[in-house]
C-alpha cells in the first residue's frame, strides 16, 4: 500500500478535541460518569478554596457553576443532579455563614436559594444541549450509514483537497479505510487521478455552476486501475465561500471494458462484412460481364456470318440485342462505380470550386458540340472535400443539366453559390432551364436507378443523382432539388466549411 | 522483314478463347497461338511439364493472362514468372474483365507489361485484342530466346 500523505497540523488538533468530545460523552459506565462528577466537584472546591485564601469574593459560584455545566455536559442527568447537591454541600460547608456547618445563616439564606437555582438553571441547559447535540450526532450517524449503504464510493474533501468523509463503498472499492484516510490523505494524490480535462478548467466549472461530472481514471491501494464515473457537487458555507466538495463515484471499469470489447467486436464484423461486400462486387464486375461480352461478340458475330439471309426486322432483333447488352454492361459499370465510391478512403484538401467546375465543363462540352448552351457561372468559393468526388458531383449535375436541356435553344445552365446562408456552411447550385421534374417525386430523384423520364427521352442508367447523394452524404453535406415539369430545375449541394470535415468524412460509413 | 511471335493464352472461358481467336484470325494471327485453360496448364507449358514436355524450348513473344482462373489464379502464375529468372523477360498482358483498381495496382506490382480490361463492346473487344497481337506479336522485339518465325 502506498504512504499516506500528511495532513496539515491545525485540522488535526481540531479533530483530536471533537473525537474526545464525542468520546467523553459516548461514555456508559456509572463509576466513570459519578467518578467524573465527584472529581469535578472536588477540583471546583479546591479552586473556591484558593480563590477564598487569596480573598478573590464570590468565586465560588462561576467555579460551582462551571464545574455543574461539565459534568451535565458529559456525564449526563444522574450525576448532575448529584453535582448540584454536592456543590451546595460544599457551599453552605466552606462560603455560606457560619462557617464549616451545614447550617445556612438567615442572612445568607438568600444567597444559599440563588446558588441552588443557578446551578439548576445551569444543569436544565446543559442537559439540553447535551439532548440536542446527541440528537444531532444521531442524525448525523444514520445520514453517514445510509450513505455507507451506498455502493458507490462518496467521500468528502475540502477545498485543500484533504478527505473528510469517507463511505464503506469508497473503503471496499479503493481498499483504504476510513481511518486511513480521512483528514491524512490529499484526494488527487491517494487516487492519482487522471482528468478528461485540465484540471483549472475543472475547477472553474465547479465554482461557477457548483456541479462537474465526468470520467476519472483512478488508481485503488492494490495498484489496479479503475474508470469512475464521477460526479461533484460543491458545497458553500453561510459566507458563500466554497467550503467542501462532495465526490460521487460509480465504478464503471467493466462498463468501459465491455464497450471497447464491443467496439472491437463490431468493427471486425464491419470489416468481415466490407470484404465479403468487396468480393460480392468484384464477383459482379468479372463474372457478369463475360457473359454480356459473349451475348454481344457472337450477336456481332451472327450478324457479319448471316447478313445477306437476314430481313430487316431480324436485323432489328439483332440490334436490339447488342445495345440492350451494352446498356446491361453500363448498369453494372455505374453500380459498380456507385458501391466504389461507398467503399473508397477519402483523402480531404482545399478544393477550389471555381477551378473544378471550369475543369467539368470543358470535359463536357466535348459532348455538346453544335448545341447552343448559354453558360453562367458565379463566384464559387474554396471548400473542403476529396477532389476527385467532388469532381464526379459537379460533372454529374452539369452533365444532367446539358442533357435535360437537349431541347432548348438557347439552352441555359447557371452555377452558383447560395449567399446569405448560415456562415458554416456553403452551398452550390445547378440550375437548368430543361425538361425539370415534378415536384411530388423529388424524393426519388436521388434514388439508386430511380428515372422519372422514358429512355427514349432522355438516356441513363438512373445512378448519377444517387452518386451525387453518397458523396455529399460522406462529406457531411446535404443535397435538395427543385424544379417544375417543363420549366426547368435546380440541384443544390451544401458543404461543411469547418476543418474538421476531413475527420468527419473519414468516419462516415 | 515481319516475323510473328508465338501468343500463349490463358483463358478458362470457352467463348471467350474462341472470341480472342477469331479476332486473332482476322489479321491472320492465329496461327502461333497456344491456348492453356487454367494456371496449372499454363505454368505446366511454361515448364515444359505433363502435356507440355515436349515442347520446343523457346518462350512465347507474349502471354496474354485472365485474372480470374481455376485452380491457380493469373495473379499467382503472374507471381511465379516475375520471380523466375529464366521467364521474367517474357512480356504478360494481363486482359481481365476486372477494372478493380485492387487488381491492376497488384499487377503492376508484380511487374506486368501491359493490364487490358476487356471491353463489353465486340468491336472493341476484337480491336483490343487484334493490337494486342499486332503490337506484341510483330511490332515488338520480345527478348532473345523467344520463337520467331
Known amino acids: 500500500m502506498r504512504e499516506l500523505a500528511e495532513g496539515p497540523t491545525r485540522v488535526g488538533v481540531t479533530r483530536t478535541l471533537a473525537r474526545w468530545n464525542r468520546e467523553l460523552q459516548t461514555v456508559h459506565s456509572p463509576i466513570l460518569r459519578y467518578g467524573f462528577c465527584i472529581l469535578g466537584i472536588a477540583i471546583a472546591l479546591g479552586l473556591a478554596l484558593i480563590f477564598q485564601y487569596y480573598e478573590l469574593q464570590d468565586a465560588e459560584l462561576p467555579v460551582f457553576t462551571v464545574a455543574i455545566a461539565l459534568v451535565t455536559w458529559y456525564a449526563g442527568i444522574g450525576p448532575s443532579v448529584l453535582a448540584v ?37 445551569v444543569a436544565r441547559f446543559a442537559a439540553v444541549r447535551r439532548r440536542i447535540e446527541n440528537s444531532l450526532r444521531q442524525i448525523r450517524d444514520t445520514q453517514a450509514n445510509l450513505l455507507n449503504l451506498a455502493h458507490d464510493s462518496i467521500f468528502v474533501r475540502d477545498m485543500q ?27 488527487h494524490q491517494l487516487l492519482q487521478t487522471v482528468f478528461p480535462a485540465p484540471v483549472d478548467e475543472i475547477d472553474a466549472e465547479l465554482l461557477r455552476t457548483g456541479r462537474w461530472e465526468g470520467e476519472l481514471v483512478h488508481i485503488k491501494a492494490d495498484g489496479t486501475q479503475a474508470v469512475v464515473a464521477s460526479r461533484w457537487s460543491l458545497r458553500r458555507d453561510e459566507q458563500q465561500r466554497p467550503e467542501a466538495i462532495l465526490e460521487l463515484n460509480n465504478d464503471i471499469t467493466e462498463l468501459k471494458r465491455e464497450q471497447a470489447s464491443l ?15 468487396e468480393s460480392f462486387a468484384y464477383t459482379v464486375s468479372h463474372d457478369l460481364r463475360a457473359p454480356l461480352r459473349h451475348v454481344v461478340g ?40 456507385f458501391s466504389r465510391i461507398g467503399r473508397a478512403e477519402t483523402k480531404a484538401t482545399a478544393v477550389d470550386l471555381q477551378q473544378l467546375v471550369k475543369e467539368s465543363i470543358a470535359e463536357i462540352k466535348q459532348d455538346t458540340k453544335g448545341r447552343d448552351i448559354a ?8 471548400c473542403h472535400g476529396d477532389r476527385p468526388m467532388l469532381k464526379l458531383v459537379v460533372v454529374n449535375l452539369v452533365s444532367n443539366a446539358v442533357k435535360f436541356t437537349r431541347m432548348r435553344t438557347p439552352a441555359e445552365v447557371e452555377i452558383g453559390c447560395v449567399n446569405g446562408n448560415k456562415n458554416d456552411e456553403i452551398e452550390v447550385f445547378v440550375r437548368d ?64 466549411e469547418t476543418q474538421d470535415t476531413a475527420a468527419r468524412t473519414a468516419n462516415t460509413p | 522483314m515481319t516475323t510473328l511471335g508465338r501468343i500463349l493464352i490463358v483463358e478458362d472461358d470457352p467463348n471467350d478463347v ?53 485452380k491457380v489464379s493469373g495473379l499467382e502464375v503472374l507471381q511465379q514468372i516475375k520471380s523466375d529468372e529464366r521467364l521474367k523477360t517474357m512480356p504478360v498482358v494481363v486482359l481481365t474483365s476486372s477494372n478493380e483498381e485492387k487488381d491492376m495496382m497488384r499487377s503492376y506490382r508484380l511487374g506486368v507489361n501491359a493490364y487490358v480490361v476487356k471491353p463489353v463492346d465486340f468491336h472493341e473487344f476484337v480491336n483490343a485484342v487484334k493490337e494486342l497481337g499486332v503490337f506484341w506479336a510483330v511490332i515488338n522485339e520480345p527478348p532473345p530466346g523467344s520463337v520467331k518465325k
Open chain 1, 85 to 121: 447537591v454536592l456543590a451546595w454541600g460544599c457551599f453552605n460547608y466552606f462560603f455560606a455563614q457560619p462557617l464549616y456547618t451545614f447550617e445556612i445563616s438567615r442572612a445568607d439564606l438568600p444567597y444559599s436559594v440563588v446558588f441552588v437555582v443557578w446551578a439548576i438553571v
Open chain 1, 161 to 187: 483537497n484533504i478527505i473528510t468523509y469517507w463511505n464503506r463503498g469508497a473503503e471496499e472499492f479503493y481498499g483504504w479505510t476510513a481511518a486511513e484516510v480521512v483528514g491524512k490523505a490529499a484526494t
Open chain 1, 263 to 277: 467496439h472491437k467486436q463490431r468493427a471486425a464484423e464491419l470489416e468481415a462484412a466490407n470484404k465479403e461486400l
Open chain 1, 298 to 337: 457472337y450477336s456481332e458475330l451472327l450478324q457479319k456470318q448471316a447478313s445477306s439471309s437476314l430481313d430487316d426486322k431480324s436485323h432489328r432483333y439483332m440490334r436490339t440485342i447488342v445495345e440492350s447488352a451494352k446498356r446491361m454492361g453500363n448498369l453494372i459499370d455505374d453500380l459498380l462505380a
Open chain 1, 375 to 382: 453558360w453562367k457561372i458565379g463566384a464559387l468559393p474554396v
Open chain 1, 433 to 496: 432551364n430543361g425538361a425539370g421534374f415534378d415536384m411530388q417525386y423529388v424524393d426519388k430523384l436521388f434514388g439508386v436507378f430511380q428515372r422519372l423520364h422514358l429512355p427514349e427521352q432522355f438516356e441513363g442508367t438512373g445512378i448519377g443523382l444517387a452518386t451525387v447523394q453518397r458523396i455529399i452524404h460522406r462529406h457531411g453535406g446535404r443535397v435538395r432539388a427543385e424544379g417544375a415539369v417543363d420549366h426547368g430545375a435546380t440541384f443544390y449541394f451544401s458543404l461543411p
Open chain 2, 18 to 70: 474462341e472470341l480472342t481467336l477469331t479476332a486473332l484470325g482476322d489479321y491472320n494471327l492465329a496461327n502461333e497461338v497456344v491456348v492453356t485453360r487454367d494456371g496449372q496448364q499454363a505454368l505446366d507449358y511454361l515448364y515444359r511439364r505433363g502435356e507440355f514436355s515436349t515442347r520446343s524450348m523457346d518462350n512465347p513473344a507474349v502471354m496474354l493472362l485472365d485474372l480470374k482462373l481455376p
